[in-house]
């Protein structure tokens, strides 16, 4: 079973469009996992433009309390005020994404062996307070060894240039690359997350080509999709896509 965790990044991104605190993230994230999401993935920049620290504080409380066994994932780049922002929050997982600050949305994964001096005592601390971490990664099966002797548990895969193709030819040729990739950190003991421009559309054939796919973190889409048919039937219909 591939599970879904609901980025909720949009969501936020749109309440701040006013000094108001809707729409709220807390009450689309309740719903989400009312609908069956297995959990609520956050990506806090520190400008705050869309997930806010009081955010993350409000969503792991409604986890833990509400819907214990469901899962909290924050995704950033590891510097020291993400590291203890993860410290705080203590979430199931921690994703590691090599973005700067100032980039719109994440578009590429960690080259694993020249960011080392990062990467090793920063999942170091993480496993510490037995947090799971997980590195973005482009689809490259040589990368799967260098993230495996980095001591992450697992991998995400980053799929925008598979979602973002936009004919058959490269769309096929992406999937081949995400599917040996996933293969290779398989083969390297490592569990395999999927994100980034994944669709109802194309969900399907990533998790036909990947059928042992830990988990997908789609926001996006699935925001866009809630605006035509609800919080709670797009989720339905994304575990459906999923699985």
Not at 63 to 90: H, S
Not at 93 to 120: K, W
Not at 218 to 239: C, K, N, S
């Amino acid at each position: 079973m591939t599970d879904l965790s609901v980025n909720v990044n949009a969501i936020a991104m749109l309440r701040n469009r006013r000094d108001l605190p809707w729409p709220s993230v807390v009450g689309l994230s309740r719903l989400a996992l009312d609908a069956g999401a297995h959990g609520i993935t956050v990506h806090p920049r520190p400008d705050e433009r869309h997930i806010r620290g009081t955010d993350v504080t409000a969503l792991i409380a409604m986890i833990r309390t509400e819907y214990p066994g469901r899962e909290f994932n924050i995704e950033g780049y590891p510097d020291e005020r993400f590291l203890r922002l993860v410290e705080a929050a203590r979430p199931d997982q921690a994703t590691f994404v090599p973005d700067d600050p100032a980039q719109a949305t994440s578009d590429h994964g960690f080259d694993v062996a020249a960011a080392r001096a990062l990467l090793d005592p920063a999942i170091a601390r993480m496993k510490a307070i037995g947090v799971r971490v997980s590195l973005f990664l482009d689809a490259d099966p040589a990368l799967a060894q260098a993230a495996a002797a980095t001591g992450a548990e697992r991998i995400e895969l980053y799929t925008g240039p598979y979602g973002g193709a936009v004919d058959a030819a490269t769309r096929a040729q992406r999937l081949d690359d995400l599917r040996r990739t996933a293969d290779a950190a398989r083969a390297a003991g490592l569990g395999v997350n999927a994100g980034h421009d994944l669709t109802l559309e194309n969900l399907p054939a990533l998790k036909q080509a990947i059928p042992d796919l830990k988990e997908v973190s789609i926001g996006h889409a699935l925001t866009a999709d809630a605006l035509a048919f609800g919080m709670a039937e797009t989720v339905r219909r994304y575990l459906r896509a999923a699985n």
